[in-house]
């Protein structure tokens, strides 16, 4: 069985391949569990670092909005597509083309080419909790409307009425899984204006400072690299009667403040590692963090078998355990 | 001023177009009130019958999808764009290629045109109750999430996001209206699952018989075609104040049975015309009518000002005043 994972060097792309090496099990277009023989990552840039060595998998660099590229990536014998490539907030908040050209056009082939296949293929997508956004009750609950205030969460949206849409008319079995903040993100800091709230637990945990731009009472709504890459998997597995007509999902996460994170932070690398984190006031970014949505009801997410992290203490630890591995953090 | 109208040759086009040659004032690009002197009706065919003869009225035929002749049709004279045209709901379910490329492409195009000129044009974007659907509240009110159930819907619901962006950009200065179902249409039955709605009144008062193909029992959310025309105006003369960072809204109508609407008939027509309707039912038709949204709550619209129909009187006298002027239907 084949697999196609678009944005396949990113982040969670990387994590969902690593995982999808490790154990190659999900379920084929009839409904039975297959083993994954063949992963394709696709993605605008070559990674770096590379991907793992492994003749099951293979990488194809070229752009989503390329048909023709993607005409060749998904052939027939691709099961299932986890649809990540997307340009994120902040740069397609810059450059509204490119950002309708990665997000909407990008997904409208890739959905383009999975009807066009002999089979109708799974189709996993990522949207994002950027959905919400403006006049906002105090906790967003399923039935919450759509409001995003950025052209990636526009973006977003529109494809999951396009999933629903594709889904409902049988040319795919779409899934979508609005996702929290993802908390500890590995590597460097980013420009995303919500990168403080993994910094503030990644570097000083690495023995480096971090800057929290934010008051401590800010609250995030947020979920782990690893609860992610099990999401992904787990909404692979599912049957379709389990999503029902409509194909969307708000995922499960945790509600954390930078207080609570930084108790977190201090209980596993100690006083030392709290030290690390100065606070410089950005009012730019507050504003911003302000107007997400950060605590949420998910009972259908829920029902449906997504698990959030237990608490900021697991969110500290699947980061040890999975990019700090071995490594001694605690000096006090 | 001049003023586009896509879909122009459409029934509510014309009747926009006849209001706009009748009483040719509307606001102008800098926010003033200013004179309609140029009115260009675009559509996929040419008028039959024809569009008025007057100086002020330009039409040209031509494709939504086509940008060229978008960009020849929307020009830096142009204050306001009215996108109307569509491929509506059960043509675009026989045809998903058709209904993408004419209304998600065409809509695309269309607000591309609009950012692209010296300044941002009011557009007033024709949405629908076909936003709603599957699993839904009794009473649909401004907070309900739209579900749409057919590909006219979801590409309806789409460009609703994308008039959002586009405005929040500073494209554009957009404005949705979510119709109800207009009755009573004049003209011939076409092939919508809502025809009968139109035909079981218009018929009989023009003294023809009517097949109604649901049950007495069977609602509608409905307004009528003198009112969408105002609404149409109206959107575009409200202040963006009015409409705040969200630009869509659920206009008022009101609820009405078969029951209600062949008492109405009765009432303008006499028993001799009440008596040109039989019921033959039809599941088909009664499966997907009682899939609709028929009650709304729509404060949000009341409070912008905009106005629903008293009643099913008030609905059959438009029909009588504005499409049957000087016709005597009262035979009893």
Redesign the interface.
């Known amino acids: 069985m084949k697999v196609v994972v678009t944005g396949g060097t990113g982040m969670i792309g990387r994590k969902l391949i690593d995982s999808l090496l490790a154990t190659p099990e999900l379920i084929d277009r009839d409904g039975n569990k297959a083993e994954v023989t063949a992963i394709t990552a696709f993605d605008v840039v070559a990674p770096n670092p590379p991907l793992p060595d492994d003749p099951r998998l293979t990488v194809v660099t070229g752009e989503i909005s390329d048909a023709a590229a993607v005409e060749a990536l998904i052939d027939d014998d691709t099961d299932t597509v986890f649809h990540l490539a997307a340009v994120v907030s902040a740069q397609a908040e810059e450059d509204?083309d490119l950002g309708m050209r990665v997000n909407l056009d990008g997904t409208r082939i890739t959905l383009e080419r999975c009807r066009a296949l002999d089979h109708a293929p799974r189709v996993v997508y990522a949207s994002s909790v950027a959905a919400f956004g403006?006049?906002m009750p105090d906790v967003i609950d399923d039935?919450?409307?759509?409001?995003?205030?950025t052209?990636y969460g526009?973006t977003k949206?529109?494809g999951e009425?396009?999933i629903?849409?594709y889904s409902?008319?049988g040319f795919i079995d779409g899934r979508a899984l609005r996702l929290p903040t993802i908390v500890v993100r590995p590597g460097r800091p980013n420009k995303a204006a919500s990168t403080w709230a993994s910094s503030i637990l990644r570097e000083p945990l690495a023995g480096h400072a971090a800057v929290c731009p934010v008051t401590e009472e800010s609250k995030m709504w947020m979920l782990s690299p690893r609860r992610v890459v099990e999401s992904f998997r787990h909404a692979q597995v599912l049957d379709g009667e389990a999503w029902g007509?409509?194909r969307v999902v708000n995922l499960p996460g945790i509600t954390g403040s930078v207080t609570e994170s930084l108790q977190a932070l201090s209980r596993a690398g100690g006083n030392s590692a709290r030290a690390r984190v100065t606070f410089e006031h950005d009012p730019f970014i507050q504003e911003i963090v302000d107007g997400w949505a950060n605590t949420f009801k998910t009972p259908r997410g829920l029902e449906m078998g997504f698990k959030a992290d237990t608490d900021l203490d697991e969110i500290v630890n699947v980061f040890l355990e999975d990019d700090l591995p071995g490594q001694h953090v605690y000096y006090d």
């Open positions: 509204f403006g006049d039935s919450v409307t759509p409001n995003p205030q052209t526009v949206v529109i009425y396009l629903d849409d409902r008319k007509p409509h």
